[in-house]
């Protein structure tokens, strides 16, 4: 399993937080019941959630030891981190709204997990997800070609390789499951 560094990782984080907030992945399924505030820009992405539904329950899950106590160094007390693996995690109580950025991508056989977080969530509940589109660009292809050249094959041998889907698949996915579905693909440049 890969290792996370959340300093490496957060040396980009705005980059790697823009899809979150632009679109607004969470203001699509803001629930009344959640108590709608602006969301504020912080360190990590799930506390926004606690900054937007105040008196929501939060909780956040990662399998990555180093990611969790990144994430536990704020004490942020209104979100409970937990680590545990998506393909085995349950929560403990039908959720309301279940958010995942930039994760799914990491989870071989992904796709085949969406009709059990649907199962978890309450009736009405939303499921929101994002998942980059990148996988064609340079910086992954690039990789793909070292893997296969003979004076790195030992040092790329346990590298993981994050795949996604199009919107539509995503789209179909889900409309069979039964749920009413928003998806869209958005693409920015850099420089
Ligand atoms: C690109 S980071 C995104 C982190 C965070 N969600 C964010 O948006 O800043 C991908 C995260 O997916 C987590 N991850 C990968 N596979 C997972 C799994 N099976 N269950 C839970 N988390 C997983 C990694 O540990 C890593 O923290």
Do not use: K
């Amino acid at each position: 399993m890969a290792t996370w560094d959340p300093a490496t990782y957060l040396q980009f984080s705005d980059e790697r937080s823009r899809p979150f907030f632009d679109p607004d992945l969470p203001h699509r399924c803001d629930r009344p019941e959640l108590r709608r505030r602006p969301g504020l820009r912080s360190r990590d992405l799930t506390a926004t959630l606690a900054d937007r539904w105040p008196a929501a329950r939060i909780e956040g899950v990662d399998s990555s030891p180093e990611m969790i106590d990144e994430a536990n160094t704020h004490h942020d007390t209104r979100v409970d981190f937990q680590l545990a693996d998506l393909v085995t995690w349950r929560p403990d109580a039908p959720v309301d709204v279940m958010v995942s950025n930039a994760t799914l991508q990491w989870v071989p056989g992904h796709r085949d997990l969406l009709p059990r977080l649907v199962e978890m969530l309450s009736p009405n509940g939303w499921l929101a997800f994002q998942v980059p589109g990148n996988f064609t660009e340079p910086s992954h292809q690039l990789l793909r070609e070292l893997a296969t050249d003979a004076r790195f094959v030992e040092a790329t041998r346990d590298v993981e390789y994050p795949a996604a889907f199009d919107a539509e698949t995503y789209l179909a996915d889900l409309a069979m499951l039964g749920c009413e579905v928003d998806a869209w693909r958005r693409r920015t440049c850099t420089c």
